[in-house]
């Protein structure tokens, strides 16, 4: 028996959401492609999907909203009412364009919708990314009680706990001078504090403030959005996928950072992560709220499943070559999370000093 592709994952879980759907571009393509696997509610018109929302009860509201993006962007001041209504607030809000026009994107980013596609796309990617918002949506609110029970699935071993408050100890201890040195370097290099600290989702999606020496302008924030945009710094895809990309060749990275990145200082402070129990040695990377809020497939879960950690699988497989792709790096978390050793965590520790000098940004 065959089995499923990666893009069916939570199919039938998603015939019983409800999407409230706004134009006419490719209606009838999303009605083919996206019928059988959802119960949508399709309005031709703004005016006729906003009277169809406002007669709506606690008991009927839709998990979704899709709307298709109009030439005057009426379809942002429609959100923006929308989100005034404490009725509607946590629908998932996804957004069709037919134009590359960057404005709309800086618009849909700064109202928080859930995604950005820029048609033509592959509506699997859609369907499966409706589906993990959804799956999503339920789980966020609850990260506590859910990392709660993730922690009694899985328990870090002993030995490698003992390993880990050993190496960070010690090497805390040892690298002290040149912690110091570092932290003096980026307070003179640029305005700002020396620790750039950040909400991360760990082992069994614990939430943790994750430390690293600050490597960016103190305004990087603002100019995530401007920067998306432009582009020069635009991802491989060209926008034509979910338009919350990473940004490539960061202008917002300081002179000094750029050489912290590259050479791995700027994980140092992780050390302490690791001596309090947050995270480990070797382990998958843990992600940004953020960034696990924009997840496009259930791949990512499996790897919440196995410890979160400083180095690993993915960092000395194929760091520095530019084959490498998302699919892969989430195979390799996966591959951890299931697999993880001793002998393991020992041949990845050993590879990882020259990984870290290889120039490829990772």
């Known amino acids: 028996m065959p089995l499923p592709l990666a893009t069916e994952w939570n199919e ?7 999407i409230a759907y706004a134009g006419t ?18 309005n031709e018109t703004l005016e006729e999907f906003e009277e169809y929302m406002g007669n709506q009860s606690i008991l009927s509201i839709p998990e979704i909203i899709l709307l298709e993006v109009d030439e005057n962007g009426e379809c942002f001041k429609l959100i923006e009412r929308l ?24 618009n849909a980013m700064r109202l928080k919708v859930h995604d950005f596609y820029i048609y033509p796309f592959a509506m699997s990617d859609l369907r499966e990314r409706l589906n ?30 003992l390993l880990d408050v050993l190496v960070s100890g010690t090497m805390l201890l040892i ?63 060209g926008g034509t996928k979910a338009a919350f990309v990473k940004i490539k060749d960061d202008p917002r990275i ?40 924009m997840l496009t497939s259930n791949e990512w879960s499996m790897r919440f499943l196995g410890p979160a950690g400083l180095t690993g699988l993915w960092q000395i497989t194929k760091r520095g070559k530019l ?23 020992m041949k990845i520790l050993f590879k990882t000093v020259p990984a870290v000098f290889q120039k490829e940004k990772v």
Not at 25 to 41: G, P, R
Not at 132 to 156: G, H, Q
Not at 256 to 284: K, T
């Open 175 to 237: 690298l002290s001078p040149l912690l110091l040195l570092i932290a003096i370097a980026v307070k003179l290099g640029s305005k700002g504090p020396v620790l750039y600290k950040s909400k991360r989702v760990g082992t069994g999606y614990k939430v943790f403030d994750f430390y690293k020496f600050r490597s960016m302008r103190v305004d990087a924030d603002k100019l995530l959005i401007e920067l998306s945009t432009q582009n020069q710094y635009a991802n491989e895809d």
């Open 83 to 106: 989100k005034q209504n404490f009725l509607f607030n946590g629908l998932i809000i996804v957004l069709i364009s037919l134009s590359n026009d960057k404005d709309l994107k800086i």
């Open 12 to 18: 039938n879980a998603g015939s019983h959401t409800r």
């Open 132 to 161: 993990f918002l959804v799956k999503f949506k339920l789980i966020k609110p609850k990260l506590i009680e859910i990392s709660k029970e993730v922690d009694t699935a899985y328990r870090i071993p002993v030995g490698k706990r």
């Open 323 to 345: 084959d490498m792709s998302e699919r892969e790096r989430k195979k390799l978390d996966n591959f951890y999370a299931q697999n993880h050793s001793f002998w393991l965590d």
């Open 254 to 293: 300081t002179k000094l950072g750029n050489f912290l990145r590259n050479s791995s200082l700027d994980e140092l402070p992780q050390l302490f992560n690791i001596l309090v129990g947050d995270m480990s040695l070797v382990g998958n990377r843990p992600l940004p709220v953020y960034e696990a809020e």
């Open 25 to 42: 571009q490719i209606k009838e393509l999303v009605a083919s492609e996206l019928n059988n696997y959802f119960q949508i509610i399709f």
